[in-house]
């Protein structure tokens, strides 16, 4: 209990500076006013709708506005759309949301099997070729690897169609279908990746002198490797994993723009362009809560699997 107290009053601190330091930046960055009005305004009128808006007050005084109606819900108005933020943002979230767990599950789905199989056969064909597909797989960008499955899968064989998005709210399975793809490059690289870490690590495991000893007590390669090397080779898996999810999140922001995704990433790059310091400002903080919240689970996860931290 001590520890997951400690992991979450770190969570809680990691995401007050990082909001803090969101602010400021984009408040430091630009003025939101003269963007708002253009190049033609006058300095008086830029004043004006400065004072309107409260940016003429003390920098933290805003940003404690801010967190107190983020907190509540209220994540300010659009300065591109006139629009309540929290209403923009919580129609593209469940896209991205669903997106990256595609690339996740993807992820755990392939990496698990092949990995373990990697290290079953160490040194055979099966390993060798995972191994080299690995490089192969690792030194392509997701981006580029969303155009491959484009052109492959989206206009050859036809199996979607690029750019036609279903909404989840329309067809829930043309919309999950139609994220396969985008989900299938993000989650690629990080397979390998994850292939590889867990490759070495149950190759590690199996030369520990617990294993010796099973071998002395009778246990095969297969028990051995199932029975007791598997269950701490997943412990570095667990936290890669964890880790994963903020290049995955980081990844959809990209590939969102490769498959024309109408997720929270195009929403981020359009307010950037634009200026719409607000949405930009929710969107950042509600990707660092999405990826501190996993990164909490996997503390929790690797607690369990792993007794001498709650020893610690």
Request: some cysteine.
């Amino acid at each position: 209990m001590k520890y997951l107290i400690k992991k979450l009053c770190t969570l809680i601190i990691t995401l007050f500076i990082l909001s803090l330091l969101a602010f400021s930046a984009f408040s430091i960055i630009g003025d939101p006013a003269a963007s708002m009005l253009g190049t033609n305004a006058t300095p008086e009128q830029v004043a004006q709708l400065r004072h309107e808006l409260g940016f003429d007050r003390p920098l933290l005084v805003q940003y404690g506005d801010w967190l107190s109606g983020f907190l509540r819900g209220d994540m300010g108005t659009s300065y591109s759309y006139s629009l309540p933020v929290s209403g923009m943002v919580l129609e593209k979230l469940p896209t991205t949301f669903v997106l990256t767990l595609m690339a996740l599950a993807l992820n755990v789905a392939a990496a698990i099997p092949l990995g373990i199989a990697a290290a079953r056969y160490a040194g055979g064909l099966f390993d060798r070729v995972v191994t080299v597909l690995n490089q192969v797989i690792m030194s392509i960008p997701p981006f580029f690897t969303g155009i491959l499955l484009t052109c492959l899968f989206g206009l050859v064989f036809r199996l979607f169609t690029p750019g036609a998005f279903v909404s989840y709210a329309e067809n829930p399975w043309g919309f999950l279908g139609y994220l396969f793809f985008p989900a299938l490059s993000i989650a690629a690289p990080r397979t390998a990746m994850t292939v590889k870490l867990l490759r070495s690590s149950i190759l590690e495991q199996l030369g520990q002198d617990y294993i010796r000893t099973a071998y002395s007590r009778g246990s095969s390669r297969t028990m051995a490797l199932w029975g007791h090397a598997l269950r701490n080779a997943l412990i570095p898996v667990i936290t890669f994993t964890a880790v994963s999810v903020a290049e995955m999140v980081a990844g959809s922001i990209v590939v969102e723009q490769v498959f024309s995704v109408p997720g929270i990433g195009r929403l981020l790059l359009a307010s950037i362009s634009s200026r719409d310091f607000p949405v930009v400002q929710a969107i950042v903080v509600i990707l660092a809560l999405w990826v501190a919240a996993v990164n909490l689970l996997a503390d929790v996860l690797y607690q369990y699997a792993d007794p001498r931290i709650r020893l610690s």
